[in-house]
């Protein structure tokens, strides 16, 4: 039976010969190749381009190597096909925001197949294309999409999804199953068009406090989770300021727990246990540093997992727009290059 890639074994705590390596917005802003697309084109006629969207997925793994491909896409196109206009000046402005029963109801389930053809149309063409490299997909968490839905755009403390939250309950776990629903069926078309791991983003889970994630959060991501129709396919769980919530997130049914760099990986491996892989941790800004430091980061995240099965080396957010390339190359031969084990 052939091995699964480094990438697929890892996220099964299964021994690997390197630590595998990809970096979350590998494929953006600092690539000049993508500015070369993006020159023609904007972000959403992008997302919505299959030919155009899968070549920007594949440009990180020909220029860096990484060990996995993620789908260029963004956590809120579905979120337009469920009936609110969406668009990016740069940052997500939505054209209504979603307070009220009504609004609620207004939002509809959408068929992925009728409404998103041009996200499964690009995970075709990336299967044909790539080469023992696993693609990833992906959706936003229920609470992250909930909180553009109700802010109406990106906010510094979503003041008015906590409001909904807090003064109605009721009502906003209405909203979080109807959007836990959407996410299910959405992940599972991708599954089935043929990614080969799953990576559900709560960029803003971390805002919570623990009881309130555990409220109000939690029973939906393990819904969610249980709803996925997986076949094998790994379950990769991103909460930004995790920190505080690993207990919790650690019973969410994810097989791998991305974590940022505001959390040590030795401490997370020992409060997630041997049978949940991690992903991280490396803070995006050191790939701002001289080589040195970046080498010396990477052999102090790979100390911290010590040697254990289940490590998938990543940064603990999104690659920043002005970060060197020859830097993002340097970091992934220096990760393949170090003794995992």
């Not at 020159?39 to 997302?47: D, H, I, M, P, V």
């Not at 337009?80 to 009220?100: I, Q």
């Not at 207004?106 to 075709?124: C, G, M, N, Q």
Request: glycine share 8%; charged share 20%.
């Amino acid at each position: 039976m052939k091995e699964p890639p480094g990438f697929l074994a890892a996220c099964r705590c299964l021994p690997v010969t390197s630590t595998p390596i990809w970096i979350m917005r590998q494929a953006g802003r600092y690539l000049p190749e993508y500015r070369a697309v993006r020159s023609r084109a904007t972000f959403l006629e992008l997302c919505k381009n299959p030919e155009l969207a899968a070549n920007v997925t594949l440009q990180p793994v020909k220029v860096l190597g990484v060990d996995a491909a993620i789908l260029f896409s963004d956590i809120l196109v579905p979120v337009e096909a469920m009936g609110v206009k969406l668009d990016f000046t740069p940052g997500p402005v939505l054209e209504r925001p979603v307070r009220s029963r009504q609004a609620i109801d207004a939002l509809t389930i959408p068929d992925i197949e009728e409404k998103l053809p041009f996200v499964l149309e690009t995970i075709r063409i990336l299967r044909r294309e790539l080469t023992g490299t696993p693609l990833i997909g992906f959706c936003g968490a229920p609470f992250t999409l909930a909180c553009y839905l109700v802010e109406g755009q990106g906010s510094r403390n979503f003041a008015a999804c906590k409001k909904m939250m807090f003064s109605e309950p009721k009502l906003f776990h209405v909203l979080m199953e109807k959007l836990t629903t959407m996410s299910i069926r959405y992940l599972n078309a991708q599954i089935q068009a043929g990614v080969e791991a799953v990576q559900i983003f709560d960029s803003w889970g971390g805002i919570l406090a623990p009881a309130d994630y555990r409220e109000f959060v939690i029973p939906h991501i393990r819904r969610l989770i249980r709803g996925l129709d997986r076949g094998g396919v790994p379950v990769i769980l991103f909460v930004k300021g995790c920190g505080g919530l690993l207990d919790l997130i650690r019973d969410s049914g994810a097989d791998v727990i991305g974590l940022d760099w505001m959390v040590s990986l030795a401490w997370a491996r020992y409060l997630l246990g041997p049978k949940i892989a991690v992903q991280g941790n490396l803070d995006p800004a050191v790939l701002l540093a001289p080589k040195s430091r970046i080498e010396a980061a990477v052999r102090r995240i790979l100390e911290e997992n010590g040697g254990r099965p289940g490590h998938i080396f990543n940064l603990g957010h999104g690659i920043l727009p002005s970060t060197p390339v020859d830097n993002v190359r340097f970091l992934v031969e220096t990760v393949h290059r170090l003794n995992c084990c």
